[in-house]
């Protein structure tokens, strides 16, 4: 079955930087586009960032864009979100979504706070 394993979550200061990563496992990796999407405590969840199935076309959330940055390693089935400048409206748990499977990753949290 289709797996998706978020890491690299944690506390950091604002302005501090994180790298989150997601591992796919039970489909074709490179042959699909892949999204981030986060959920703070009493909010929607809310789509942060696309790629496109070799990374060639990227999207993001205008409250993300200019500090966050999607990228893919297909070789390693491997989805990453580069997150800068973090702000403590950053703080989410943040999910890796693959579209045409139609699954999620459990998520992996994110707190930005002094």
């Known amino acids: 079955q289709v797996q998706l394993v978020e890491s690299g979550g944690g506390l950091v200061q604002p302005g501090g930087s994180l790298r989150l990563s997601c591992v796919a496992s039970g489909f074709t990796f490179s042959m699909y586009a892949m999204k981030w999407y986060r959920q703070a405590p009493g909010k929607e969840r809310e789509w942060v960032a696309h790629?496109?199935?070799?990374?060639?076309?990227?999207e993001y959330a205008d409250s993300v864009k200019g500090r966050f940055t999607i990228s893919r390693d297909n070789g390693q089935n491997t989805v990453y979100l580069q997150m800068n400048n973090l702000k403590p409206d950053d703080t989410a748990v943040y999910y890796c979504n693959a579209p045409t499977p139609g699954s999620w990753g459990q998520g992996t949290q994110v707190t930005v706070s002094s």
């Open positions: 790629i496109s199935s070799i990374g060639s076309d990227t």
